[in-house]
């Protein structure tokens, strides 16, 4: 790399932290818009824990068809699954028991106005398909006599928005495994002839069969919603309420306080800042010009985890995700230090210029910080997976911040090496690097040796 090159990626890395911290904080009117620019940084959605949130009763009515717990646990699971897939993975769904009467608690974070609750969860759209020789007219309500074939709330799996190919919002239907047999049967049935879809007891379209659907899957389109996301998500998410094995009736509803008060996410910012601080005097003063290069790539590495955790989905930040973040951090930093370790090691015990030093280093180092960060994955993974909703936010910020870490230390941390060479690579002084002397490699060579004599094995 020669000087010119090095100094436009310095250049790049610099303007890129300035701009990346720049629009974290900052907010401002877009021109000749009616909208503004928000920091992602005050986007990211908080817990309960942190911003409190909202808690809806609901009650469930006991329609007599038996298996009311089993419905109950399964309505808990869709709640918790819809919720999720709406971005409020800190949201909780539990269940209570009186007297042989249940509800369902369901506890939304970061949500000011209950209508906003009751709104995500949707106000329940009965779906029901029935096979017809004739077209239905839209509004026309269903037949007493119809023979229904596909039954939301037996046969939904889940609905959601997706685009066909003309670039319209449709709703897509995935069925479950009876849902998928009776829709075969009923496309098989009535091939070349008509399903009329009713919504609510009213037909919503009808539409002609042209093949046999076997796989489960179909979709429900309207001019409506056509180029309105919104609209076709709040159709999807009211069809799947409307699948629920069990009646839902809102009760109780109530705001729900910052469980660590309203002061908790600037005192834990405070902590954070003073915390990274002393990682960078530290990196600095340890490790000179490596640690500087490690400073730079921790800089980059904050900003990237700060914005992706406002931009993904699944991440809603509790005091249990701010401790993933931090135990990210410490393990970005650990990468580093293991790099820069072997770096002096490999410039101590041998003639190699600093260049080729700093290439072993990473080179030597790659499969242990490798090894660690993968075990440390899976754990989120697990965690992710199976954990309980606080347990979840945890999981989430650490298994981003663990892919972020080591994508900083191997890839930026390098390439800022990389640049300094040009500007300076025979300083020992700048990068904290001694070659051993004399004596020391003399006592080295005799230890080694008399290992080796023993059998033993000198690593």
């Not at 056509?226 to 069990?246: E, H, I, K, R, S």
């Amino acid at each position: 790399m020669n000087l010119k090159k090095s100094i436009v990626i310095l250049t790049v890395i610099a303007v890129f932290i300035i701009l990346m911290a720049v629009f974290a904080l900052v907010s401002f009117p877009i021109a000749d818009t009616v909208y503004d620019y928000h920091g992602y940084a005050t986007t990211i959605k908080l817990g309960l824990d942190l911003s409190g949130g909202v808690s809806v009763v609901f009650t469930v009515e006991d329609d007599g068809a038996g298996e009311l717990e089993s419905r109950v646990d399964g309505t808990i699971i869709s709640l918790q699954d819809m919720l999720v897939s709406e971005g409020y993975t800190e949201a909780t769904v539990t269940r209570t028991e009186s007297g042989g009467n249940y509800a369902i608690r369901v506890e939304v974070p970061d949500v000011n106005n209950a209508e906003d609750v009751l709104d995500l969860i949707g106000r329940p759209a009965k779906l029901q398909f029935v096979g017809s020789s004739s077209q239905g007219t839209t509004g026309s309500a269903l037949p007493a006599d119809a023979d229904i074939a596909i039954e939301g709330k037996d046969h939904l799996e889940t609905a959601y928005v997706t685009i066909d190919q003309e670039g319209n919002y449709v709703v897509a239907l995935r069925f479950n495994s009876a849902g998928t047999k009776a829709f075969a049967d009923l496309t098989s049935e009535f091939l070349n002839k008509y399903i009329n879809i009713y919504v609510n007891g009213e037909l919503f379209s009808s539409v002609t069969v042209q093949s046999e659907i076997t796989d489960g899957n179909a979709i429900i389109s309207s001019d409506s919603w056509a180029d309105d996301f919104n609209a076709a998500d709040n159709f999807a998410t009211q069809l799947q309420a409307g699948a629920f094995g069990v009646q839902l009736t809102a009760g109780e509803v109530r705001n729900i306080s910052p469980t660590l008060g309203d002061n908790a996410v600037r005192i834990a910012l405070i902590a954070g800042a003073v915390g990274v601080g002393l990682i960078f005097i530290f990196m600095a003063v340890m490790y000179r010009g490596l640690g500087l290069a490690a400073d730079i790539a921790l800089a980059v590495y904050i900003l990237l985890l700060v914005w992706f955790c406002s931009v993904l989905p699944w991440v809603q930040l509790t005091l249990p995700g701010i401790a993933g973040i931090l135990l990210s951090i410490g393990m970005a930093v650990d990468a580093n230090i293991i790099i820069f370790e072997r770096i002096r090691d490999e410039y101590r015990h041998s003639m190699k210029p600093i260049p080729s030093a700093i290439k072993a280093g990473f080179k030597r180092s790659f499969a242990a910080i490798l090894d660690g960060n993968v075990t440390t994955l899976i754990g989120a993974v697990v965690l992710w997976i199976i954990g309980s909703a606080s347990i979840v936010g945890f999981a989430v910020t650490l298994f981003i911040g663990i892919i972020l870490s080591m994508f900083t230390a191997l890839v930026i941390t390098r390439l800022i090496l990389k640049a300094f060479m040009p500007i300076n690579c025979t300083s020992e002084k700048f990068y904290g690097l001694r070659r051993a002397k004399e004596g020391e490699r003399q006592e080295e060579h005799s230890f080694i040796k008399n290992e080796t004599a023993k059998g033993g094995e000198v690593k």
